[in-house]
C-alpha cells in the first residue's frame, strides 16, 4: 500500500482581514487534512492577526499556527519563513484570498505520491467573476497551453502551487532576494527548480478559487504587473519567446474584465 505524503499549507499574508477567514474554513474543510497550515503575517496594520486568532481559538485541533515576519516587508522573507518552517513532505502554498477546493490536499498528496514530481500547480476559477465553471474551464485550458509551450520552464502559480520539501531546499539559496520586488517570486522558484533538473508538473484537478482582485489595479499599475513575467525571465537569462504568451493573454482581457468589474462595483455602490 502506498503511503500518501503528507502536506503542509503556507499562507503569506499582509493586511488580508477581508479574505484571511475564508481562506482558513476551506483549508479545515479538506478531504484529506493538512499536517498544518502556517499562516505568516507581515507587518500587517488591520486586523488579520487577531481575524488569525480568533479563528485558532475556535478550531484548536486545525493544526493552524500563525507566524510572523517582521525582518522586512515583502512576499519573498515572508514566503521563505513559512516554508522553511513546514514539516510536511510537500509544501503547499497559497495566497490569503485562495479558497481551496475540498479534495485539494488530497489531490496533491496523490500527485507527488510516486516520487518523480517535485512541484505542481494547477487551475484556479475566480469567485468573484461571473461563470465560475466556464472561466475554471478556460483557465485550465489556457494553462495546459502554457505547460506545452513551456519547454523545460513550466511555471508555478503562488495562489495554487505546491513543492516537494527536498526540492524546496535545495533551491532555496539560489532564489532570488527580489529586494526592489519587480519579479514573480512563483515564476523564479520554477525556473531555478528547472535548472536544477527538477520535473514540475500541472494538475487539472489541483483547483483553487481565487480573487479576482488584481483587475481591479489601475492601467499602469497591471502593466507594471504584467512586467514581472518578463523582469523575471531577463534575470535569469531566459528569451523564448514563447514563455511570453500570458503576459499577451493577460494584457488582452485585462480592458473588459477592468471594466466589467468597474461597472459591477458602481451598481453596488447604487443599490447600497
Known amino acids: 500500500m502506498t503511503v500518501l505524503p503528507s502536506v503542509s499549507i503556507v499562507v503569506p499574508a499582509f493586511n488580508e482581514e477581508a479574505v484571511i477567514a475564508q481562506c482558513l474554513d476551506a483549508v479545515i474543510h479538506q478531504t484529506v487534512p493538512a499536517v498544518e497550515v502556517l499562516v505568516v503575517d507581515n507587518r500587517s496594520t488591520d486586523a488579520t492577526r487577531a481575524v488569525v486568532e480568533g479563528f485558532i481559538a475556535r478550531h484548536p485541533d486545525a493544526g493552524i499556527r500563525l507566524l510572523r515576519q517582521d525582518d522586512r516587508q515583502g512576499l519573498v522573507p515572508t514566503r521563505n519563513l513559512g516554508m522553511d518552517a513546514a514539516i510536511g513532505d510537500v509544501l503547499g502554498r497559497i495566497d490569503a484570498d485562495t479558497a481551496l477546493k ?26 468573484d467573476l461571473p461563470l465560475r465553471a466556464i472561466g475554471q474551464q478556460v483557465d485550465d485550458a489556457f494553462r495546459r497551453l502554457q505547460v506545452r509551450l513551456a519547454g523545460d520552464f513550466v511555471f508555478l502559480f503562488g495562489s495554487n502551487m505546491a513543492v516537494r520539501a527536498d526540492a524546496w531546499r535545495d533551491v532555496r539559496e539560489f532564489l532570488c532576494d527580489d529586494e526592489d520586488d519587480v519579479m514573480h517570486e512563483d515564476l523564479d522558484i520554477a525556473v531555478h527548480l528547472a535548472l536544477g533538473g527538477r520535473r514540475i508538473a500541472y494538475s487539472s484537478h ?67
Open 102 to 127: 475540498p479534495d485539494w490536499v488530497a489531490q496533491v498528496s496523490r500527485v507527488f505520491a510516486s516520487g518523480e514530481i517535485d512541484a505542481a500547480s494547477g487551475p484556479v476559477e475566480y469567485y
Open 206 to 272: 489541483m483547483v483553487a478559487a481565487i480573487g479576482a482582485r488584481r483587475l481591479d489595479d489601475r492601467p499602469r499599475d497591471f502593466r507594471r504587473y504584467i512586467d514581472r513575467f518578463e523582469n523575471t525571465y531577463a534575470a535569469h537569462d531566459i528569451r523564448d519567446v514563447r514563455l511570453r504568451a500570458p503576459m499577451a493573454v493577460f494584457l488582452g482581457v485585462y480592458p473588459a474584465l477592468h471594466m466589467h468589474r468597474r461597472v459591477q462595483a458602481q451598481l453596488r455602490a447604487l443599490r447600497s
